[in-house]
T-cell receptor, first 112, second 107 residues
Framework: DVKVTQSSRYLVKRTGEKVFLECVQD?????MFWYRQDPGLGLRLIYF???????EKGDIPEGYSVSREKKERFSLILESASTNQTSMYLC???????????FGAGSRLTVL | GQQVMQIPQYQHVQEGEDFTTYCNSS?????IQWYKQRPGGHPVFLIQ?????EVKKQKRLTFQFGEAKKNSSLHITATQTTDVGTYFC???????FGQGTELSVKP
């Protein structure tokens, strides 16, 4: 069974802390995505990557950065967490062809 | 930038009633995908439509892609409690998601 694994299901951080959210996929997919999900706003794209060391900004990249050093791993970094970054973060991967997304279980981040 | 709008935001139905959610894009889409997210879960892929005017069925679910490839709909016939969840459309090269329609079904 194909899998996208997010390292943490729940995190609580303090304002100003650096936060790493890790995502690993075992499907050899080229494309990986980070979304945040907030009530009434659906899924908003933060960053995506279509190859190792490549990244593209999504709709809401401010306050976030990403890293893709290996094909299977895509990390989301909050350099200095703020309370408005409290959200559910969803990682997904997809192949170059159909680009059908497989999502991870999500990481619920609370910033105090 | 590209926007994908989805209506309604919420829909409450009695079990056995039909349900439809609509998706509209500000630009022409090469394809549209539909996902379902159960309460407490993550989005799961349902289907992809590629051709103008395309209609696909999955049991009680019917998906349509508009002739202009700017809108799509998902229709569920005779809803069941297992249909509960949020339905999202997504389109475009960056897979922009709509806001989702949350469906609740009263037994």
């Amino acid at each position: 069974d194909v899998k996208v694994t997010q390292s943490s299901r729940y995190l609580v951080k303090r304002t100003g802390e650096k936060v790493f959210l890790e995502c690993v996929q075992d499907m050899d997919h080229e494309n990986m995505f980070w979304y945040r999900q907030d009530p009434g706003l659906g899924l908003r794209l933060i960053y995506f990557s279509y190859d190792v060391k490549m990244k593209e900004k999504g709709d809401i990249p401010e306050g976030y950065s990403v890293s893709r050093e290996k094909k299977e791993r895509f990390s989301l970094i909050l350099e200095s967490a703020s309370t408005n970054q409290t959200s559910m973060y969803l990682c997904a991967s997809g192949s170059n062809g159909a680009n059908v997304l497989t999502f991870g279980a999500g990481s619920r981040l609370t910033v105090l | 930038g590209q926007q994908v709008m989805q209506i309604p935001q919420y829909q409450h139905v009695q079990e056995g009633e039909d349900f439809t959610t609509y998706c509209n894009s500000s630009t022409t889409l090469s394809n549209i995908q539909w996902y379902k997210q159960r309460p407490g879960g993550h989005p799961v892929f349902l289907i992809q439509l590629v051709k103008s005017g395309e209609v696909k069925k999955q049991k009680r679910l019917t998906f349509q892609f508009g002739e202009a490839k700017k809108n799509s709909s998902l229709h569920i016939t005779a809803t069941q409690t297992t249909d509960v969840g949020t339905y999202f459309c997504a389109g475009g090269g960056k897979l922009i998601f709509g806001q989702g329609t949350e469906l609740s079904v009263k037994p």
